[in-house]
């Protein structure tokens, strides 16, 4: 290990000393107490995830009054916005990505609340770089790629109204629209199209602890919006005789998205996940899905064609039943 990345890991330390025993000398106790829970479970100096015990003490803040529940995401995402140190981004976003999976209600609540709303939970990390060392630099990569598919998450849960880890019953989405389930799997496939930019030029910090845990948690939400996936293709297959022309390639456009990211992810996640009854549903779906939008196409240009050549031919009549005089008028020969 290099001075200046021990003196980096020994000067975050310190600092974070310095935030502890700032809280432990607040007078606002309860924020104070939450602020505890979040600067333990996210420390700096090392690639490692925070422990279950340090994860259940931040879950525990949401068995409490909705005021603690608020004051843990405000204190998570201050920790968040802050920090300029990659691990300890990517400690933070785990830490909300285990309230997304095992959060209380009122805790995921806090989180599902968008900025017009007065929510905290815009993780803005789009532009987030740790400049400190050229291994810094991927690791921000990952940052930027994590707080996405955390983003993803909330809007797809927002979308189908629960989380990923609750699913709904199958039976309960028959009676949605046809536009209902497109929109609903637009979002599944915008999960998809995500994660499919991992950066791969960085697969190989996956030996760290950290990024390795990260993956596997994105790796089962993966195979949950499978499964959603799953459920809405076959439902909207059902439907297809129903669909309207808009419909049809709204839905044909998801299934070519949805392909499109299956080389992508497999570069992340290997064999992990494969589903094959899913990537052959979405095969024969897709087959069955081309060859009406394709004859409708050529239905189209035949009108086309024809409506082109009967006015050609109205004009080639006229012309010869007239001429035109040279005042500019047409005139009868």
Known sequence: MGYHKRLRIISGILKDKGSFIKTTLSTKRHKA???????????????????????????????????????????????????KDSSVALKCLYTIHNIINK???????????????????????????DGSDSETCEMSAWVRWYAGILE???????????????PRSKNEIIGFLNSDLLKELDVLVNFADHLGNVPADSLYLQRKSLVHEIVRLVSEDYRSVQREIFVRVTELGARMVSLSWSECTEFLSCINRFEGCKERIAVLLVNRNRN????????????????????KENEGKMVVVAT???????????SQLFRLAASGRWVEF
């Open 276 to 295: 094959d009854d899913l990537w052959g549903l979405i095969k024969e779906t897709k087959a069955n899905l081309v060859a009406p939008i394709e004859k």
């Open 33 to 83: 107490s939450a602020r505890r829970v979040i600067l333990r479970a996210t420390t700096h100096g090392s690639s490692v995830p925070p422990s279950d015990h340090r994860i259940a003490a931040v879950i525990g803040l949401g068995h409490g009054s909705r005021f603690t529940a608020c004051t843990c995401i405000q204190a998570v995402m201050d920790r968040l916005h802050r920090t």
């Open 152 to 166: 993803q998450i909330l809007m797809v849960s927002r979308i189908l109204g629960y989380h990923l880890n609750s």
């Open 308 to 318: 082109s050549d009967n006015e050609s031919n109205k004009l080639t009549r006229f």
């Open 103 to 129: 959060g209380s209600f009122i805790l995921k609540d806090q989180l599902a609340i968008y900025p017009s709303s007065g929510g905290r939970n815009f993780l803005n990390l789009s532009t987030f770089r």
